[in-house]
Each structure stands twice: as C-alpha cells, then as structure tokens.
T-cell receptor, first 109, second 113 residues
Framework: DAKTTQPTSMDCAEGRAANLPCNHS???????VYWYRQIHSQGPQYIIH???NNETNEMASLIITEDRKSSTLILPHATLRDTAVYYC??????????FGAGTTVTVRA | DVKVTQSSRYLVKRTGEKVFLECVQD?????MFWYRQDPGLGLRLIYF???????EKGDIPEGYSVSREKKERFSLILESASTNQTSMYLC????????????FGSGTRLTVV
C-alpha cells in the first residue's frame, strides 16, 4: 500500500509557483520523504528529499511540517517542461518502494 | 551522466519467447529492483535483490525470474512472454547506506505480440 496521499491532478500557469501537497501521516522516524517526477515514457527522475528540515535545490523546495505528517513540494517558477506526474514517497533502508498514483501537473502557457 | 542503464529502450517480442531485460548500475548500490508500470496501476514491484545472488519476490513475480550474478547487474527474465506482459519495465537501484535514495533507469517499453 502506498504510504502517501496526493491530489490527483493540478494545473499551474507558466512562470507561477506550483505547490504540490503530500500527506504521509504514518511516516516513521527513520523514513525520508522523497519527490520524483515522471515525464511521459521516461523513468522517474529524482527531484529532492528531506528528513526533518526544509530543503532547497536547483529544481525545487521541500517544506516538511514539524510533525512530519505532511510536506509540500514547491516548483518556484513552473515551465512547460515541468508538466509531469509528481510522486511523493517515503523511503527507509531496505524498504520496498511503493508509488501511488501521484499528482499529474499540467503547466499551461 | 547515466547511472542506471537499461539495455533496450523499446523491445518487441513474440508470444512464447524468452526475454531478457538487462540493467546495470555504476553506483555500487546493494539494492536493485525491477518494476513494471501500467496505466492506472502505478509502479508494481516484480523482484528485488539486496545483494549478489540474492533475490526476493515482489508483489507480482509470476511469469518472471531474475538473476544477480554481479553487484552492478540485475537481469529480469520473462520465461515465456505473454501479451499481458506488455508493459513499461523500470529498473532501479537504492543507496542502502546513505539516505536510501532510488535511481531509476530510463525504462524499457516491451510489447509482446
């Protein structure tokens, strides 16, 4: 069973920030929150990950709530190339990865 | 810099053929996985391996087998391909010792006719 829940779909205007929520209420202390995205017919691409603290890299920012039960991926300036399915997953050592359906993000010009 | 390489991007095979899907990673990861991805079903785990010569069944192992003779290579075998095995196959490796991140290959889209 997927350990996260995400909205099914989201639209975003090009150049605006896209905020993608994820609930992971059963996360345990040693599990990381990872975000991946998948563009049609390609393998999932790593975006960002975090444990407790907020994180930022060249692609996105990750905001994790203090209780770690939810997080938000922020794409600061969405482009058409950011149109993809975004997956939020929790990972621990030797954990059999489970992807849910993800959020289909469509960036519109 | 490609780190998980799947041998074929597209493959067409006939029903009953034995099919080999190869996956190689250059990150010295212990854990490797094979998934299939179908519309509406997400990623489903077929087999995984935590070390050389070790393998464990995932959620949908029927009709598949695997081989892990070397740490960097994990092969998926379809003993007798069937049309219901037409799918996108994804290989992944996992860093078991450092933040557990997964790296995926670009996928093999297999069509069985």
């Amino acid at each position: 069973d997927a350990k996260t829940t995400q909205p099914t779909s989201m639209d975003c205007a090009e150049g605006r920030a896209a905020n993608l929520p994820c609930n992971h209420s059963t996360i345990s202390g040693n599990e990381y929150v990872y975000w991946y995205r998948q563009i049609h017919s390609q393998g999932p691409q790593y975006i960002i990950h975090g444990l407790k603290n907020n994180e930022t890299n060249e692609m996105a920012s990750l905001i994790i709530t203090e209780d770690r039960k939810s997080s938000t991926l922020i794409l600061p300036h969405a482009t058409l190339r950011d149109t993809a399915v975004y997956y939020c997953i929790v990972i621990s050592r030797d954990y059999k990865l489970s992807f849910g359906a993800g959020t289909t993000v469509t960036v519109r010009a | 810099d490609v780190k998980v390489t799947q041998s074929s991007r597209y493959l067409v095979k006939r029903t009953g053929e034995k099919v080999f899907l190869e996956c190689v990673q250059d990150m010295d990861h212990e854990n490797m996985f094979w998934y299939r991805q179908d519309p509406g079903l997400g990623l489903r785990l077929i087999y995984f391996s935590y070390d050389v010569k070790m393998k464990e069944k995932g959620d949908i192992p029927e009709g598949y087998s695997v081989s892990r003779e070397k740490k960097e290579r994990f092969s998926l075998i379809l003993e007798s391909a069937s049309t219901n095995q037409t799918s996108m196959y994804l290989c992944a490796s996992q860093d078991r010792d450092r933040m557990y991140g997964y790296t995926f290959g670009s996928g093999t889209r297999l069509t069985v006719v």
